[in-house]
């Protein structure tokens, strides 16, 4: 089972950017539109992001105006720029590629911890 690497979490306060990246291989990337979820301790997972093959977004309403993501197809790699950041948003994050049943495959999680 293919799992795909993020990288980017980490530590930050309230107010403060993060950007989240998730390396996909090719023949993935190239044929799926890509997206970000989110799961806090108690709660189940959040859709918060998706990009199309052709650059589409669609974001929850909980992080538009806050959160970019984008695709770059030279180096295969999705990111979640992730501006204003607030407590609330503490959680792992996980990239997934979407097949045409739902999500096909899954990054590894990176946690993001904002503090007050």
């Keep these: 089972q293919v799992q795909l690497p993020e990288s980017g979490g980490g530590l930050v306060q309230a107010g403060g950017s993060l950007r989240l990246s998730c390396v ?7 044929l799926n539109a890509m997206g970000w979820n989110r799961q806090a301790p108690g709660k189940g997972r959040e859709f ?3 990009i199309t093959i052709d650059g589409s977004t669609n974001y929850a309403n909980s992080v538009k105006e806050r959160f970019t993501i984008s695709r770059n197809n030279a180096n295969n790699t999705m990111y979640l720029q992730m501006n204003s950041l607030k407590v609330e948003d503490t959680a792992v994050y996980y990239c997934y590629s979407l097949g045409a049943s739902g ?4 990054g590894q999680g990176t946690q993001v911890t904002v503090s007050s």
Aim: net charge positive; proline share 14%.
């Design 103 to 106: 999500p096909s495959y899954w």
């Design 24 to 30: 996909v291989p090719g023949s993935i990337f190239r």
């Design 48 to 50: 918060l992001a998706l």
